[in-house]
């Protein structure tokens, strides 16, 4: 038997080797296992880093200390303890808050960690909160964060005067939303969480929990709603001209580097400081 680390770590190089080999094939995700334990695996492999030369940083800092201690002690003199006072306040400080990141390296990220992180090619978002959300539609069923959701509905009334019947189809959705949605869905598909990622974000990785992305169907052909066949509707033409008046871009548009499946209902609100952030953070990071 192989210990545990060695196990996982050989498992995971054979499934990268398996990738490469495999390149565009239609058939990689058949050889592919349940990626979520992989991508969870991939996780702890990433984030102690900082930890690492944290640590490294507050040797330095201990011993610069522990110098200054001694000089202290040596010269005796008032002003050089009040310094040593500060210099040591400072080292115990820093101490907290190291120990508080070993004992829980997840907890309470920085921003930067939550935008790099990602997951079988999701971005992992925060959810709006239920104050940050108003109506898109007269029964409140769908909603957006409130500046996205005035600029579609201004948007959906140009459409209108030229004859074009947007209706939205989902906008906001919960962690336990799209828990049903992603777990649900790949279970009565038969699809491994690979497959299912390709047209579903995981859980926490959806651009629906942030209140800016709208899925956009055509009142007129609901047929076409929530379908490739979308983009041939005279909503998506009409879309793909005018939403980029009304600061909504299409979040994966047909081979997308994210590798997600084409969506052309999928659009996001891009009107504002704070969704442009946590849109196009995330993608400088990665
Ligand atoms: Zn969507």
């Known amino acids: 038997m192989l210990p545990v680390k060695q196990a996982l770590?050989?498992?995971?190089v054979k499934r990268l080797d398996k990738i490469s080999a495999l390149d565009n094939s239609s058939d990689v995700t058949k050889h592919l296992p349940d990626d979520i334990p992989i991508a969870l695996r991939d996780i702890p492999s990433v984030a102690p880093k900082p930890t690492?030369?944290?640590?490294?940083?507050?040797?330095?800092?201990?011993?610069?200390g522990a110098i200054a201690l001694a000089a202290g002690i040596l010269v005796a003199v008032q002003l050089q303890?009040?310094?040593?006072?500060?210099?040591?306040?400072t080292a115990v400080a820093a101490n907290s808050a190291q120990s508080v990141t070993a004992a829980n390296p997840t907890a309470s990220p920085t921003s930067t960690t939550v935008n790099a992180d990602t997951m079988l090619g999701h971005f992992r978002y925060a959810e709006a909160t239920q104050s940050e959300l108003s109506s898109v539609?007269?029964?409140?069923?769908?909603?957006?964060?409130?500046?996205?959701?005035?600029?579609?509905?201004?948007?959906?009334?140009?459409?209108q005067q030229e004859g074009v019947s947007l209706v939205p189809l989902s906008g906001f959705r919960s962690l336990t939303d799209q828990d049903y949605l992603f777990f649900g869905k790949k279970a009565e598909r038969g699809q491994v969480a690979a497959e299912r990622a390709k047209v579903s974000a995981p859980p926490g990785y959806s651009e629906h929990h942030t209140g800016y992305a709208l899925d956009i169907g055509d009142g007129a052909v609901p047929a076409m709603n929530l379908s490739p066949d979308f983009e041939n509707t005279p909503a998506f033409k009409w879309l793909k001209v005018n939403?980029?008046?009304?600061?909504?871009?299409?979040?994966?548009?047909?081979?997308?580097?994210?590798?997600v499946t084409y969506e052309p209902w999928h659009w996001r609100f891009v009107g504002d400081r704070a969704s442009l952030?946590?849109?196009?953070?995330?993608?400088?990071?990665?």
């Open 9 to 12: 770590t050989r498992a995971g």
């Open 52 to 64: 690492v030369d944290r640590s490294m940083l507050m040797a330095g800092l201990t011993t610069l």
């Open 81 to 89: 303890r009040s310094q040593q006072a500060q210099s040591s306040s």
């Open 137 to 159: 539609t007269a029964d409140g069923s769908i909603k957006m964060r409130k500046a996205a959701a005035k600029a579609y509905q201004e948007m959906e009334a140009a459409a």
């Open 243 to 259: 939403a980029p008046f009304h600061s909504f871009e299409l979040s994966f548009p047909k081979n997308n580097k994210q590798g």
């Open 277 to 286: 952030e946590t849109f196009y953070k995330a993608r400088i990071k990665k």
